[in-house]
C-alpha cells in the first residue's frame, strides 16, 4: 500500500492550501483516511479523519479544536483520495503534514494503519 501525498508549500497567513492523498496498492476496504501534522519541536497531532460506515457513519469526521472551522476533510471513495481544504492559515499551522489511512488489506483483515511521507506547509506571517 502506497499513500501518496501532494499540496504543501508556502502561504501568507489567511490563506489557503489544499492537500491531497491518494491511497493504492492493496486494498479491500479503506476504513478510516485522516491528516496528521507534526510543527517544528513538537509531536505529531491528529488535524482530521474521515470515516467509513465500516467504522461509523459514512463520511463522519473528526477534527482537533485548533483547525476546527477552518479545514474540512473530504474523500473520493472511488479514487481512494482524502482531501483537506486549509483555509485561513495561521503561521500556528506551520508543520509537516502526514496522510494516515486504515486499511483493511483482504475482507477478514481487522485493518492497519499505513502512513504517507509527509509534505511541508509553511505559514507566513
Known amino acids: 500500500v502506497q499513500l501518496q501525498a501532494s499540496g504543501g508549500g508556502l502561504v501568507q497567513a489567511g490563506g489557503s492550501l489544499r492537500l491531497s492523498c491518494a491511497a493504492s496498492?492493496?486494498?479491500?476496504?479503506?476504513?478510516?483516511m485522516g491528516w496528521y501534522r507534526q510543527p517544528p519541536g513538537k509531536q505529531r497531532e491528529l488535524v482530521a479523519e474521515?470515516?467509513?460506515?465500516?467504522?461509523?457513519?459514512?463520511?463522519?469526521?473528526n477534527y482537533a479544536d485548533s483547525v476546527k472551522g477552518r479545514f474540512t476533510i473530504s474523500r473520493d471513495n472511488a479514487k481512494n483520495t482524502v482531501y483537506l481544504q486549509m483555509n485561513s492559515l495561521k503561521p500556528e499551522d506551520k508543520a509537516v503534514y502526514y496522510c494516515n489511512a486504515d486499511i483493511s488489506n483482504n475482507p477478514w483483515d481487522y485493518g492497519k494503519h499505513y502512513w504517507g511521507k509527509g509534505t511541508l506547509v509553511t505559514v507566513s506571517s
Open positions: 474521515i470515516y467509513s460506515g465500516t467504522m461509523l457513519i459514512e463520511g463522519s469526521t
Open positions: 496498492g492493496s486494498i479491500f476496504r479503506l476504513n478510516s
